[in-house]
Nanobody, 123 residues
Framework: QVQLVESGGGLVQAGGSLRLSCAASGSIFSINAMGWHRQAPGKQRELVAVITTGGSTEYADSVKGRFTISRDNAKNTVYLQMSSLEPDDTAAYYC?????????????????WGQGTQVTVSS
């Protein structure tokens, strides 16, 4: 009932930048938190950054000062601007969107994941 479309991954040299986008669509009544997670080969998925409806943000210590998360509420889209990229940032990046569905009368909560976009940083 909720579809997420991610874009913006790719191959970049260390020190470079990339911008990821994730657009949500479907039977959405409201969106609360929007975030990005990543998973490198052989490692667990970890939170990279999250942003609430009010604009409050939280970042993993490893990306603070280098990554910026933002959202466009009118477009139901979340962005992740990544700068000063390092080889350790190489991973599949997944967006996660949480909110409520249009379904009446209960407007059930949802938590949806994107399909993932690969970010590869070469040294």
């Amino acid at each position: 009932q909720v579809q997420l479309v991610e874009s913006g991954g790719g191959l970049v040299q260390a020190g470079g930048s990339l911008r990821l986008s994730c657009a949500a669509s479907g039977s959405i009544f409201s969106i609360n938190a929007m975030g990005w997670h990543r998973q490198a080969p052989g490692k667990q998925r970890e939170l990279v950054a999250v942003i609430t409806t009010g604009g409050s943000t939280e970042y993993a210590d490893s990306v603070k000062g280098r990554f910026t998360i933002s959202r466009d509420n009118a477009k139901n889209t979340v962005y992740l601007q990544m700068s000063s990229l390092e080889p350790d940032d190489t991973a599949a990046y997944y967006c996660n969107v949480q909110g409520a569905l249009l379904t009446m009368p209960t407007r059930p909560r949802f938590s949806s994941w994107g399909q993932g976009t690969q970010v590869t940083v070469s040294s």
